[in-house]
């Protein structure tokens, strides 16, 4: 008998394959289409063509999602993913600049591109097995062109949604090849519209951490404009960035297309420059309060209260969770707790935010904020089909009251039955597929002790 899983990937590559999820609660995160008790979710090749109740099942290879909820894939919009084999090297990490000193200055210096390969891969298949469909690499260990294209080909191989942001190394020797390495990787891999793997610039706020030649500026703005491609500004904080923001705004350099990340400390001026140009905003909610960035509190009410719904991110696995269940819950947990904290003594309501946001934050506008929201973030036809199947009858699930709760307070990776991603089904009762987890494991381990005993030799 052939099973559900043989008829998909049979006819994985035929343009006009239909797959239809069927019986599922289907939660679209599309503020029209809202949630669906008891729905059905069509899919034509790589794209979402239908999303309602009782659909016609036609050709269309049927997925019995009975049980449980399907719901756009996670949109990851900032991990360095790079340093994945050292995970929790460091997870008591007490601040940026010993993060800063012990990773980018000790040991990214020493990173080949083999290993480059090998810490993306194991990042982008891990998001892929904890429902994250999207993931933007930060990948600001580019010390040449080799270790740009083997980040680039890890996102390829592992068929994820990744966006390849790239920046030049922090700390150590490299070929000064960035910025302008950045056109050569856009003919080489991203001249094809419609490619799952998408490029863009990685750079930084101010030149505090690195020098002036990374922060943010007319320069490098031009550069992003003339190749057509978006813009992730990673270490905003404080005062000094706080001033970056105004000046951006001012130059004319600072919209839509920008991304800055964390935010925390930032003044309120700076707030109202971003909402008034658009500026999309990625937070990391156990970066900030875990390594303590800033203020250690990440900056949901400063975003909000001019208008601002951020994306989420994982930042570092030197230090952090991998998934993007732990990002939800810490900011669900931490805006709740400043809200109720704010009005003790009070007779004054706190004004919480709830698990719609925090999925809301996680899917539609984590797209929508690094350009992609035409193209994922919700189940919405016409959109690509980057979605999640979620057993809602496992023990620390059951019974299903409420799938948003559910999602955000209930779930992790093991709950994830199916992971699709542009129609292709990456994830299957519970396993990422066409991995071998021996192999990966010996390479993984393999690449890990190279680095650490290049860096403590060096």
Same mark, same amino acid.
């Given at each position: 008998?052939?099973?559900?899983?043989e008829?998909?990937r049979?006819?994985?590559?035929?343009?006009?394959r239909r797959?239809? +999820?069927?019986?599922?609660t289907?939660v679209?995160? /599309?503020?029209?289409?809202?949630v669906l008790?008891?729905g059905d979710?069509?899919?034509?090749?790589d794209?979402?063509t239908a999303?309602g109740a009782?659909?016609?099942?036609g050709d269309?290879?049927?997925?019995?999602a !009975?049980? @449980?909820i399907?719901?756009?894939?996670?949109v990851?919009?900032?991990?360095h993913a790079w340093?994945?084999?050292l995970r929790?090297?460091?997870p008591?990490?007490?601040?940026?600049?010993e993060y800063?000193?012990s990773?980018?200055?000790?040991?990214?210096p020493?990173?080949?591109?083999?290993?480059m390969?090998?810490? !993306?891969?194991?990042?982008?298949?891990?998001?892929?097995?904890?429902g994250i469909?999207t993931m933007?690499d930060f990948?600001?260990?580019?010390?040449?062109p080799g270790?740009? /294209?083997?980040?680039?080909q890890?996102?390829?191989d !592992?068929?994820i949604?990744g966006?390849?942001?790239?920046m030049?190394p922090h700390f150590?020797?490299w *070929?000064g090849?960035w910025?302008?390495d950045l056109?050569?990787?856009k003919n080489?891999?991203?001249?094809t519209?419609g490619?799952l793997v998408?490029?863009?610039?990685a750079t930084?706020? !101010?030149?505090?951490i690195a020098g002036p030649?990374?922060?943010y500026?007319p320069?490098?703005?031009? $550069?992003?404009?003339d190749?057509?491609?978006g813009?992730?500004?990673?270490a905003?904080?404080?005062t000094?960035s706080s001033?970056a923001v105004?000046?951006?705004?001012e *130059?004319?350099?600072?919209?839509?297309d920008v991304?800055?990340?964390h935010?925390?400390g930032?003044t309120s001026?700076a707030w109202?420059?971003m909402?008034?140009?658009?500026a999309a905003v990625?937070?990391?909610?156990?970066?900030e309060a875990q390594?303590?960035?800033e203020?250690?509190?990440p900056?949901i009410d *400063?975003?909000?209260?001019?208008g601002?719904?951020?994306?989420l991110?994982?930042?570092?696995?030197?230090a952090?969770?991998?998934?993007?269940?732990?990002?939800m819950?810490?900011?669900?947990?931490?805006?709740?707790?400043r809200?109720?904290n704010a009005v003790y003594g009070?007779?004054?309501?706190?004004?919480?935010?709830?698990?719609?946001?925090v999925?809301?934050?996680?899917?539609?506008h984590g797209a929508k904020?690094?350009?992609?929201g /035409?193209?994922?973030?919700?189940l919405?036809?016409?959109?690509?089909?980057? $979605?999640?199947?979620v057993n809602a009858?496992?023990?620390?699930?059951m019974?299903l009251n409420?799938?948003i709760?559910? +999602?955000?307070?209930? @779930?992790?990776p093991?709950?994830?039955?199916?992971?699709?991603i542009a129609g292709?089904?990456r994830?299957?009762a519970g396993?990422?597929?066409?991995v071998?987890?021996t192999a990966?494991?010996q390479d993984?381990?393999a690449?890990?002790d190279r680095?650490?005993?290049?860096?403590?030799?060096s």
């Open positions: 008998m052939t099973t559900t899983l008829l998909l049979r006819h994985s590559s035929d343009p006009r797959v239809l +999820l069927t019986g599922g289907v679209t995160m /599309d503020p029209e289409l809202g008790p008891q979710v069509l899919i034509e090749g794209t979402i999303v009782d659909l016609p099942v269309a290879i049927v997925v019995d !009975t049980g @449980s399907v719901a756009p894939g996670f990851d919009t900032h991990r340093e994945a084999q929790r090297v460091m008591d990490v007490n601040d940026l600049g800063v000193m990773t980018l200055a000790g040991i990214a020493v990173y080949q591109p083999d290993d390969y090998v810490g !993306t891969k194991l990042a982008a298949l891990t998001a892929i097995d904890s469909t933007l990948s600001h260990n580019s010390r040449t270790h740009s /294209d083997a980040a680039v890890a996102l390829i !592992t068929g949604r966006v390849h942001a790239s030049r150590g020797d *070929e090849q910025p302008a056109a050569r990787l080489s891999y991203f001249s519209r490619s998408t490029l863009r610039l930084l706020a !101010t030149d505090e030649d990374l922060a500026g320069r490098l703005a031009r $550069l992003a404009r190749l057509d491609i813009v992730s500004v990673d905003v904080f404080g000094s001033a105004l000046r951006w705004a *130059e004319g350099i600072l919209g839509p991304s800055l990340i935010c925390t930032l001026a109202q420059a909402a008034d140009t658009g990625s937070l990391a909610p156990t970066s390594i303590g960035l203020t250690a509190v900056a *400063e975003a909000l209260a001019v601002i719904r951020p994306g991110s994982i930042d570092v696995e030197v952090l969770a991998s998934d993007m269940f732990t990002q819950r810490a900011l669900h947990a931490i805006q709740r707790m809200a109720v009070t007779t004054a309501t706190p004004s919480r935010i709830g698990v719609h946001d999925l809301d934050f996680a899917t539609l904020s690094i350009g992609l /035409d193209a994922t973030g919700s919405t036809p016409g959109k690509q089909a980057d $979605l999640l199947v009858e496992d023990l620390n699930n019974p409420d799938p709760g559910t +999602l955000v307070l209930g @779930s992790d093991r709950n994830i039955r199916a992971v699709f292709q089904v994830k299957w396993t990422v597929l066409d071998d987890v990966l494991g993984v381990r690449s890990r680095i650490l005993k290049a860096a403590h030799s």
